[in-house]
């Protein structure tokens, strides 16, 4: 009974449409009022001693991190970089805007924050180009879920907190899938900008261009260098590495590239911080709960269930990512990775999955829902850009939706995308 009030009252705030982590809290609230084995000063402590976790201090600094380099001028010169590689090729400047999403998201560790950076400068810039707004949109978007794939990922480092995972070796594993994702668009993009007829620049990569566009986007290439070369080498742990990251985009922002002025640096904090609460509260809510959930052994009879239709590892993997990618429609990434991690994570180890190999597809399932509505965020984002309503976009969108659900199964079924670096 106590699970059914959790579930049932849950599910009915979404239904009315309030916002996931007040859903959590009311379900808690009421579960609570009703249960004689929980009390809301022990959800309370839940909340904040959930929070209170050193690994936990990257998600605001990434975010901060995030927000001063969409601000500082760094997405221009990633683009064109990428563009003097692929911009003469049909479909060029397509793939330059996902080649510069990689870049990104390689910097910024969220979905959203990569499709306001990149979509503001590119979805008016292939527009002009003769690029169908619709296309040239969904692109944008397509590419921003890859920001929670490709290291530093937000998304990655709850989920090493929530599974006791190495954050680090979370990273290294995100990398080639990240990549391999982003090729694969760069291939339909191709053959969808061929058969529409956007043609290339033509123009010839010369040495001066490429030596010129690298001189240019140098600063903001070293980025991920120092970052991902910072925790892989030793030298500091991801939060400290969030925090190197702060301080270097604020350095180039401000004083290298000076398109950010001192004036401007308090709003970029401002917007940080905003974001920032939402997802702490959101893992303090999701936290507590999760201890419900184990309280009430919901995560083992989940994994009886699962584990009573099928042993074999590939087939469960395939029923988690069918229930990810529902999930990833109507719930928050943050507040996913939260709360199913703990439920999913022990059977799959049961198993014999890889908990990081686990961890990459999880995150990719999830990754497909900010583009799929009714929650769809990069769509939210992508369409008070463009101007398109959100339904026209989501249709617009679907061909890549079908293209990363073939680079997530072909994920599933190779985990040695996952774990060669490893």
Do not use: C
């Not at 584990?307 to 429609?329: A, C, H, K, P, R």
């Amino acid at each position: 009974m106590t699970s059914f009030i959790l579930f049932g009252s849950f599910f009915l705030f979404l239904l009315l449409s309030v916002p996931i982590a007040i859903s959590l809290g009311l379900a808690l609230v009421i579960t609570a009022l009703y249960s004689p084995n929980l009390t809301l000063t022990f959800l309370s402590q839940s909340m904040v001693t959930s929070t209170d976790n050193f690994a936990l201090m990257a998600v605001p600094f990434f975010i901060l991190a995030g927000e001063i380099m969409g601000k500082g001028g760094i997405s221009s010169r990633l683009f064109d970089l990428a563009n003097v590689f692929v911009g003469r090729y049909t479909g060029g400047f397509a793939m330059a805007a996902i080649l510069t999403s990689m870049f990104f998201a390689a910097i910024s560790g969220s979905g959203p924050a990569t499709v306001a950076a990149i979509g503001g400068m590119l979805i008016p810039a292939m527009v002009a180009q003769g690029y169908d707004k619709r296309f040239a949109t969904s692109v944008i978007v397509a590419a921003g879920s890859l920001g929670i794939i490709i290291p530093p990922s937000i998304p990655l480092v709850l989920y090493g907190v929530s599974g006791s995972q190495s954050i680090g070796d979370l990273f290294i594993g995100g990398i080639i899938p990240g990549i391999f994702l982003g090729l694969i668009m760069m291939v339909y993009a191709y053959f969808h900008s061929k058969k529409k007829g956007y043609s290339g620049t033509g123009e010839k990569i010369s040495i001066r261009k490429v030596i010129h566009a690298m001189n240019e986007a140098k600063w903001s290439i070293l980025i991920p260098v120092i970052i991902l070369g910072g925790i892989y080498g030793g030298i500091f742990t991801p939060t400290e590495a969030a925090v190197v990251a702060v301080v270097y985009a604020t350095i180039i922002s401000l004083l290298v590239y000076r398109e950010m002025s001192f004036k401007e640096f308090p709003a970029a904090v401002r917007e940080a911080a905003l974001n920032s609460v939402v997802i702490l509260v959101i893992i303090g809510i999701a936290n507590a709960f999760g201890t419900v959930l184990s309280m009430e052994r919901i995560p083992q009879v989940v994994a009886e269930g699962f584990l009573s239709i099928t042993q074999n590892e590939v087939m469960l993997l395939i029923l988690i990512v069918i229930l990810l990618l529902v999930i990833g429609l109507f719930m928050d990434t943050s507040a996913a990775v939260i709360i199913f991690t703990p439920i999913l994570l022990p059977m799959a180890i049961e198993l014999g999955v890889n908990p990081i190999h686990f961890g990459i597809v999880m995150i990719v399932a999830l990754a497909v829902g900010f583009i799929t509505p009714p929650l769809g965020v990069n769509l939210f984002v992508g369409s008070s850009i463009s101007g398109l309503s959100v339904p026209v976009l989501a249709k617009a969108v679907m061909p890549f939706f079908f293209v990363l659900l073939i680079g997530l199964i072909i994920i599933v079924l190779v985990p040695q995308l996952t774990l060669l670096l490893l």
